[in-house]
């Protein structure tokens, strides 16, 4: 059985047919970078959430979660930082009027000299533009874009603009704020949402240090550059969690969320040769330290997941901003001899995009196999290979006829089963049409029920990876699956 090289534009349209993802608005001809999911994604988004939210906030007794609102007050996005440094620096194209991201550019411009065999100049392009952007030299990074004559892919000239800065928050005006400050941001990210619920969950949940607040939720960028599906999109959701520590210990927490973050990834069925470690050159504003977790998308390594040490910056931001106090009260300090601590925590972050997320579990999970069948017949299926405590619907029940009581018999399992894990009915069409179908979507089990049922209450069990079938008695189907999913 040949697996063919796993294809991007297939995964998209496979996204779009078999109910995962619609990009937005379509019915009007879409909006770009943004993208809605269907009945499939939604379900499979929830259990990547639910896994993320339960490793944080159920097994560390130490991480609790809130949900935070996707507005905030104004001065909260002048205090972390956003409306004075949240750029990217772009560059525009005097003909085709297109506007690139810069970093962007000169990767691509990497990647095709990597691809004509000309590493050395890759490597050399790439090096230089870290140290420029390090240095924000913007005139430098200009020359590096002409000195290697690279084109923009629409007018193929080399007529650039200057570089220059654009934020990428979305702005929208509300009418309850005082008039001078009734602009307020789309949050670009949900950390800031913590952050200024420090002392409320801290004092109300009465959280000892080292102790985590974890969310999930909506953030919003305006991205220039918006492509590769659902990898950057304006709309996006985040799952992020800020570790609160003592000051001095960032180092050790930063190593420690590193290595579990990478092992939760594994957990959840990637393949630890597809993740690595990128360490951040340029640093933002608020980072003493700084990696990104990257996957290999069918487009090459890039970041799944970020970690940050953001060192007291956002506390001490928001204390000077709201002229409040904003500490923590260190007693295991006095316990431990040393004299009582008054000090703003330092915070670790790991933020993880969940659409990211979902785009890796499918990636990895769809796959084109194609095989010969006896007599020389061409035969295949696409199946989505999503680990089973991930996938959308667990079990698909089918009985093989409408009719001679089998539908009553298959009616029964899916009341028996529905309770415990998501099950999908189905009584039309041929038995094999019926699990393609099924391994489409990615269900991992199927059941059909057939008159034999009726004879010895047996059933025919099929596994969606091996298409592997068995019989088994019908009051076991219920406790296998709920074993298989665990
Ligand atoms: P990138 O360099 O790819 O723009 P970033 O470094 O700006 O990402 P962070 O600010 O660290 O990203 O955000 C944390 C996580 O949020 C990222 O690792 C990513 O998974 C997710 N994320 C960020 N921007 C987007 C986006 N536009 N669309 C989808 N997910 C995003």
Redesign the pocket.
């Known amino acids: 059985m040949a697996n063919e090289a796993n294809n991007f534009a297939e995964i998209i349209s496979h996204c779009k047919e078999y109910g995962y993802i619609f990009q937005s608005s379509e019915l009007y001809d879409g909006l770009a970078?943004v993208y809605d999911y269907g009945q499939m994604g939604a379900q499979l988004k929830k259990n990547l959430r639910d896994a993320w939210w339960k490793s944080m906030t159920q097994l560390h007794e130490n991480i609790v979660g809130i949900d935070a609102a996707i507005f905030m007050h104004p001065t909260v996005w002048k205090a972390s930082g956003h409306v004075d440094n949240f750029s990217?620096p772009m560059i525009d194209n005097k003909d085709s009027n297109k506007r690139y991201r810069v970093d962007h550019l000169i990767e691509g411009f990497a990647e095709e000299q990597k691809a004509a065999g000309k590493e050395q100049l890759a490597d050399e392009v790439l090096t230089q533009m870290d140290i420029l952007i390090a240095a924000s030299d913007y005139a430098g990074l200009k020359k590096l874009i002409e000195d290697n004559k690279i084109k923009c892919a629409i007018s193929k000239t080399c007529n650039w603009t200057d570089v220059r800065d654009f934020n990428l928050m979305f702005s929208t005006k509300i009418g309850s704020v005082s008039e001078e400050a009734d602009t307020i941001y789309l949050r670009?990210?949900t950390a800031q949402g913590i952050f200024v619920n420090f002392l409320n969950v801290q004092k109300s949940g009465r959280m000892k240090i080292p102790f985590g607040i974890a969310q999930t939720g909506k953030?919003f960028?305006n991205?220039i550059v918006?492509r590769q599906f659902?990898?950057?999109?304006?709309e996006?959701?985040?799952m992020?969690m800020q570790f609160f520590i003592r000051p001095g210990t960032q180092m050790q927490w930063y190593n420690y969320w590193k290595g579990e973050r990478k092992k939760w990834h594994e957990g959840i069925g990637i393949p630890a040769e597809k993740l690595r470690f990128h360490d951040h050159v340029k640093l933002?504003h608020y980072a003493d330290a700084?990696l990104?977790?990257e996957f290999e998308f069918p487009f090459g390594w890039?970041?799944?997941?970020?970690i940050?040490s953001r060192t007291d910056y956002d506390l001490t931001q928001h204390a000077t901003f709201s002229k409040k106090k904003i500490q923590y009260f260190d007693n295991d300090l006095n316990e431990e001899g040393k004299p009582y601590g008054n000090y703003p925590p330092y915070v670790v972050e790991t933020?993880?995009?969940?659409?990211?997320?979902f785009l890796t579990i499918l990636s990895l999970a769809y796959t084109n196999e194609k095989w010969t069948k006896e007599g020389g017949t061409p035969d295949g299926r696409v199946v989505l290979k999503i680990p089973a405590k991930l996938a959308p619907v667990k079990l698909a029940i089918l009985p093989l006829l409408k009719k001679d009581g089998l539908p009553e018999i298959a009616t029964a399992l899916m009341n028996n089963c529905k309770q415990s894990f998501h099950c999908f009915y189905e009584e039309k069409d041929a038995i094999g049409k019926r699990y393609r179908r099924m391994d489409a979507v990615g269900t991992p089990f199927c059941v059909t029920i057939d008159h034999q049922t009726k004879e010895d209450n047996t059933v025919t069990i099929r596994y969606r990876d091996d298409m592997r079938q068995e019989r088994i008695a019908l009051s076991e189907v219920k406790g296998l699956v709920e074993k298989l999913i665990e």
Do not use: N, W
């Open positions: 970078a990217d670009p990210e953030a960028r991205e918006a659902i990898f950057r999109m304006r996006f959701e985040q992020e933002a700084a990104d977790i890039k970041e799944l997941e970020g940050h933020s993880v995009g969940l659409d990211r997320l």
